[in-house]
């Protein structure tokens, strides 16, 4: 999956020695904003002392993260493990505005366009059983 947005916070790295190979690891987080009508917020981790050093990842860059989405279970709990694998600068996808109306539909030539102003209005009437 990818997302464009931009990073609004970041959080301390933590790291330590694995027990299984005895190597050193290093994970950092980072929340993206995705823009929109309502923007969506997104914690997602950078795993790896190198990965860490290529994406040098910072507050307040419009970025397009690629991620994977895998989950865990602990002590019969399930928990989301969000992890970038790719990051791009200066791809930014386009956002809509409401400036930028979708093209029109095509009709039929046969099929009379009508709007608003030639539809006349018609009022209830006193027999309709709607609750509205």
């Given amino acids: 999956m990818e997302l464009t947005g931009k990073i609004i916070a970041e959080f301390n790295e933590r ?14 987080s980072y929340v993206l904003e995705v823009p929109g009508e ?7 981790d950078v795993f790896g002392v190198d990965r860490l050093a290529t994406f040098n990842i910072q507050v307040g860059e419009e970025l397009t993260v690629h991620f994977e ?3 865990h279970e602990y002590n ?6 969000v992890r970038a694998f790719r990051i791009d600068r ?3 996808a386009p956002v809509a505005t409401p400036e930028a109306a979708p093209a ?5 030539p046969a099929a009379p366009q009508a709007d608003a102003a ?3 209005f018609e ?10």
């Fill in 15 to 28: 790291g330590g020695i694995s027990n299984r190979t005895g190597t050193e690891w290093k994970v950092k």
């Fill in 38 to 44: 309502f923007p969506r917020k997104l914690v997602f």
């Fill in 69 to 71: 989405i895998d989950a």
């Fill in 76 to 81: 019969g709990r399930w928990f989301n493990d």
């Fill in 90 to 92: 200066g791809q930014a």
């Fill in 104 to 108: 029109p539909v095509p009709t039929s």
């Fill in 118 to 120: 030639t539809i006349p």
């Fill in 123 to 132: 009022a209830p009437s006193a027999t309709d059983d709607l609750p509205f």
